[in-house]
């Protein structure tokens, strides 16, 4: 994989040689969302763990609000300062 920053676009050669164009190109590492500590409250989580909150991100359990990498939202800072805000 090599990654090449170009006047107008970032080129990304695959290990095969093909080479793939994009105005941007952002970076993501995954994540695992790490909700053992709310597990005894009984707190709803999706499909893949995520823990599922309302619009306010507040979680069925009166009195508990969640924001960031445990909701299933994107996974980006931003997104966790607004949910926290």
Do not use: M
């Not at 095969?16 to 969302?33: E, I, N």
């Not at 009195?63 to 300062?81: E, K």
């Amino acid at each position: 994989l090599d990654i090449d920053l170009l006047d107008d676009l970032v080129r990304v050669t695959l290990s095969d040689g093909r080479a793939l164009d994009f105005d941007h190109l952002y970076s993501a590492y995954g994540c695992v969302p790490r909700t053992e500590l709310l597990s005894d409250l009984k707190t709803e989580t999706n499909e893949e763990g995520y823990l599922v909150a309302d619009a306010h991100q507040r979680l069925a359990p009166k009195g508990l609000w969640v924001a960031g990498d445990v909701v299933a939202s994107l996974s980006q800072i931003s997104v966790a300062c607004g949910q926290g805000a």
